[in-house]
């Protein structure tokens, strides 16, 4: 007789086994027909499944992670089975949910068009309007590998192939005529789908992600419980193209990559500029909080990575060298074990503790040509690294004190919205317990007092220590995994980092791995698709153009720019033979916060007609008025 205990605290007794459906139906009429799966102890369940024993359940709704999640594999076992509908011979391969939506692989050699994806989804549309009933069944490993064969679903047997041994196959049919491999949970028929779905694009995509196999194509689709969601994220994506850094880093003048060198970006002045500024703001802050600036080189002998278990761990993704004398160097994918080495000059005492050293550090790590995305994703980077020496003691202050430092510095640039992830000790860890111990309840602590929003991945700390990851949300809703924060418990040691303790003794100190922006070039390609292109007056790249109206006021424009460049104002002239308005729209265009008009009656009266970024008024104004202005808005946000 099983007692059910439900999230609310109640608990239910049967007389018998009881599935989730009768179980729902039990608890309520509107829950019965909004149940999707349920949760039978921490693992997800088909609603038909039959709950034998004592168990705490969850019913489990469109409202919930996992009840979305549940409706997006249905859709793409859905686009599946309307692919091989609509053209037999197709095979299928995966087919997960991912972040927003789901995607599945095929086999075909004809390439899929937008006119396809379009068929796909009114077939997906019609089988879920037929309500096809969905069945899961249990089969041996040898019938199932022979059934997929004699199908022609070679990659599917292939699969099932790779499986352990001591894994259950689960099959899942949808209706009498379709049925794939596959773990579960599912939704009982296809009409809890509903119809907010929507077919996004095609891709190229390796079978099983080896550039050495076959080439599939992967549909993407994205699905949603409801219409109102999914228009919701199909403005978002409208937005997110529109802001799109590749195209705003060209309309602004500021990068651009070549084939010669993927992943590595070609500044252009402008992008430079912001470049530099970033860092600098970056190096006042640091410089307040107590950092000292160091810089190491960036090809290192290969005996050091050796030591710091890096060439073991990450030699896949090193670039390296062989040099005439047969030594062997690697250019640098972290500027940790150059760090410890500076931390190793010279004797350090305790009192010297904490030692904070930071670093614009480039390093080059290699990334597969398929996975670089402008800024976003490259093989050379600039970390603002920054690697704090401390005692046991000092990692609760240090954590605090990193913590608020970051979310000092995203608020400066406009990110108010963070969410904090905490992943603690993993299995496999050195270090001892009481270390680790010290180390999660210091980050807890500064996760706390910070009161933002935060989730605890359970063991999913690095194996050397617990860590925090900072989470942007950005101006259209989407996520920017960002900031680190990282207790090492493990590199010092290995690298022969001491230090000299009260009692005379040498200790190994606690280094704590610290990301503010992560990457340089990655957070300005968020911070232009944050702004759209409309940075911050302080950080744009080009803060004015000063235009002329014909060529007898370029004396007058070459004056004005004159002041403003001597007043460290990033401006530019435009002298050319062009109209006022064509000059306008063109440098409204490139993101240029202040235009600069002077014509004959600014001329006459010392004075500039000005308009910004975003509006359509214009206001004349004496110089002297337009330059306090602008020096007030580009001083450093310090404070």
Partial sequence: MPQIKLLDGNKVSFTKSISGFELSKKISKSLEKSALIMEVDGELKDLSHEITKDSNVRIIT??????????????AHIMAMAVQELYPGTQVTIGPVIENGFYYDFARKEPFTSDDLENIEKRMSEIIDRNVKTKREVWERKKAI??????????????????PQNEELSIYHHGDNWHDLCRGPHLDSSSKIGKAFKLTKVSGAYWRGDSNNEMLQRIYGTCWSSKKDL???????????????????????????????????????????????????????????????????????????????????????????????????????????????????????YRDLPLKLSEFGKVHRYEPSGALHGLLRVRAFTQDDAHIFCTEDQITEESLSVTNLILEIYKDLGFKDVILKYSDRPKQRVGEDKIWDKSEAALLTAIKKSKLEYTINKGEGAFYGPKIEFVLRDAIGRDWQCGTLQVDLNLPGRLGATYVAKDGTKKVPVMLHRALFGSLERFIGILIENYAGKMPFWLSPAQAV??????????????????????????EMDLRNEKINYKI?????????????????????NTVTVRKLGSDKQETIKKEKLIKSMLDLNKLPLN
């Fill in 146 to 163: 022979e059934h997929f064969k004699k199908i022609g679903e070679k990659y599917k047997a292939e699969i099932i192939e790779s499986i």
């Fill in 62 to 75: 469109s409202k919930d992670k996992e009840g979305l999640e549940v409706i997006r594999h249905d859709a």
């Fill in 231 to 349: 228009d919701e994220y199909l403005n978002r994506l409208e937005e997110a193209e529109k802001r799109d850094h590749r195209k705003l880093g060209k309309e602004m003048d500021l990068f651009h990559f070549r084939e010669e060198s993927p992943g590595s970006v070609f500044w252009h002045e402008k992008g430079w500029l912001l470049f530099q500024r970033l860092v600098e703001y970056m190096r006042m802050k640091q410089r307040l909080a107590g950092y000292k600036e160091i810089n190491t080189p960036e090809l290192l002998d290969k005996t050091l990575w050796e030591k710091s278990g890096h060439w073991e761990k990450f030699g896949e993704h090193m670039f390296t060298s062989e040099t005439p004398d047969e030594k062997t160097f690697a250019v640098k994918p972290m500027n940790c074990p150059g760090c410890v080495q500076v931390f190793n000059q010279g004797l350090k005492s």
């Fill in 585 to 605: 729209r063109e440098h409204s265009l490139a993101k240029i916060p202040y235009i600069i008009v002077c014509g004959k009656k600014e001329v006459l009266e």
């Fill in 546 to 571: 000063v235009c002329s109206i014909t060529d007898e006021n370029n004396k007058y424009v070459k004056k004005i720019f004159e002041d403003l460049f001597k007043e460290g104002i990033k401006c």
